[in-house]
């Protein structure tokens, strides 16, 4: 007699996960909870704080209040040199990069680009997703899809824009999977 109980499936993990949204769609939250688990989170704070911006200072307390506190947060972390340093890498379980925007910003006032023509700021673009690519742990990318809207009506919200939708391209193609968070709810891409 055969025993006709299914065969259990195996839960492929995948190593690189991009998380997609707008403004307040809820992309963090899921990227945290896709990180958490199982095992120890390192965090990649991206963003540049600017004690003069309240507003801003206030979304930055939000995501730290929602954080475990057994997580590893490293603050106002460039990515591409945490993910290529691989003393730090060998300590993470999940990487979570928390936000490719706010990242891709600080880029472009590094090089006081925002006046420049598109792709000035292709090396440190270029470095990130070969950072990106090589890195052999479990990773989590949160960015914002910024391209599903108003056409921006100043030249340096046009570069973010195409910037960051390129950038967000070459992401999707290289991660095992792609999910894109709207008003809460994660669509599952690729």
Not at 21 to 32: D, H, I, L, T
Not at 52 to 75: G, N, S
Request: with cysteine.
């Amino acid at each position: 007699m055969s025993d006709s109980s299914p065969t259990p499936r195996r839960v492929r993990r995948t190593r690189r996960t991009l998380v997609l949204g707008g403004a307040r769609s809820g992309k963090s939250a899921f990227a945290e909870g896709l990180a958490a688990d199982p095992g120890p989170v390192r965090y990649l704070a991206t963003a540049v704080l600017d004690p003069a911006d309240l507003d801003f200072a206030e979304r930055i307390a939000r995501h730290r209040d929602r954080r475990p506190a057994d997580w590893t947060v490293v603050e106002s972390a460039d990515p591409t040199a945490v993910l290529t340093d691989s003393v730090s890498a060998a300590a993470a379980g999940a990487t979570l990069i928390d936000d490719v925007g706010t990242w891709l910003t600080a880029r472009i006032d590094a090089r006081a680009a925002w006046e420049s023509p598109r792709g000035t700021i292709a090396p440190d673009t270029d470095a990130f997703v070969g950072a990106v690519e090589a890195y052999a742990h479990r990773l989590v990318i949160v960015s914002p899809e910024v391209g599903m809207g108003v056409i921006p009506a100043t030249r340096s919200g046009r570069l973010f824009r195409d910037e960051i939708g390129t950038l967000n391209q070459r992401l999707a193609a290289i991660c095992d999977e792609v999910f894109l968070v709207v008003a809460g709810l994660p669509i599952h891409l690729k």
